[in-house]
């Protein structure tokens, strides 16, 4: 019914289809465009970009549910876009918003909020080597948080006002960590 949890080979298969996935779409989008990363030592930091983020972001304590929203989850396509290409960081956010995000409490708003919070950042920072520029970036992180938390936690009838606001200011928390640890 309802009310039955699945683990065992349930959570395992999943698990298995989700990560098969999101790695042929990536291979897919690599093998379409092969210039990307053009030398190794492109591809070993992408990878070890990908998987600490994807590793990091899954330390959250399960059941928890302001936590997930605190990770700068942006900071990665900031990072991919000032030390690869922004075209890489366009693409693979998404694919690593999924994989963080499944399983958890609210998968789906999380997933668009760690997508959404990256690709806005990515798309209004023009001129990265002003620091002035990544005040706008923390603040499209921001405000794309909320505006998701908002959209999906109001209708939420367990969700109270207190909780948005915690929720809201865990936003404001993503945007500013994000823009600041690039």
């Known amino acids: 019914g ?6 065992g080979w349930q959570n395992q298969a999943g698990t298995l289809a989700i ?9 897919l989008y690599f093998l379409a465009y092969p210039g990307l990363l053009k030398t190794t030592k492109q591809l070993a930091l992408f990878i070890v970009l990908f998987l600490v983020f994807l ?22 396509s900031l990072f991919v876009a000032a030390l690869i ?20 409490p609210y998968a789906l708003d999380l997933t668009l909020y760690y997508s959404l919070g990256g690709l806005m950042g990515l798309l209004i ?10 005040a706008s970036v923390a603040g499209i992180i921001a405000v794309s948080g909320a505006a998701i938390l908002v959209a999906y936690h109001i209708i939420d009838p367990a969700t109270d006002v207190n909780g948005l606001a915690t929720l809201i200011g865990a936003s404001a928390f993503n945007g500013i960590v994000s823009a600041g640890l690039t």
């Open 85 to 104: 290409d922004r075209r890489t960081a366009l693409f693979t956010t998404v694919p690593l918003a999924i994989l963080a995000a499944y399983g958890m």
């Open 19 to 27: 990560v098969a996935l999101a790695a042929v779409l990536l291979i």
């Open 125 to 134: 920072l023009r001129r990265p080597q002003r620091l002035s520029a990544y």
């Open 2 to 7: 309802l009310l039955t949890t699945f683990s």
């Open 55 to 76: 590793g990091v972001s899954r330390y959250v304590p399960p059941g928890h549910l302001v936590v997930p929203y605190l990770f700068p989850m942006a900071a990665y």
